[in-house]
Nanobody
Framework: QVQLVESGGGLVQPGGSLRLSCAAS???????????MSWYRQAPGKERELVAS????????TYADSVKDRFTISRDDTKFMVSLQINNLKPEDTATYFC?????????WGQGVQVTASS
């Protein structure tokens, strides 16, 4: 059974840091390394938006303009994991963050993890 499980969310003061992790299961290593991995977020009343993505085999990374130079996506294919380092957290980063795996025409999603930036 394919599953993505996020962890690492929480309440952090503005300017603080968080590291989100996404553990994948139910994939073969060969399938996982050939998958694109992304993080999306959705704030209340807003549409889900792409935050960061990494191409297969640790390739090209892309970031939303609003998070460039603050967020870093990384993956460890040997552990079936993808992470999102969040630095200099801003109140507008408050949202539910979702891990996404895309393999061909198939999309897989985690259940989401809440990140709140507030003093």
């Amino acid at each position: 059974q394919v599953q993505l499980v996020e962890s690492g969310g929480g309440l952090v003061q503005p300017g603080g840091s968080l590291r989100l992790s996404c553990a994948a299961s139910g994939f073969t290593l060969g399938s996982f390394v050939l998958s694109a991995m992304s993080w999306y977020r959705q704030a209340p009343g807003k549409e889900r938006e792409l935050v960061a993505s990494m191409a297969p085999l640790g390739g090209t990374t892309t970031y939303a303009d609003s998070v460039k130079d603050r967020f870093t996506i990384s993956r460890d294919d040997t552990k079936f994991m993808v992470s999102l380092q969040i630095n200099n957290l801003k109140p507008e980063d408050t949202a539910t963050y979702f891990c996404n795996l895309r393999r061909g025409s198939n999309d897989y999603w985690g259940q989401g993890v809440q990140v709140t930036a507030s003093s």
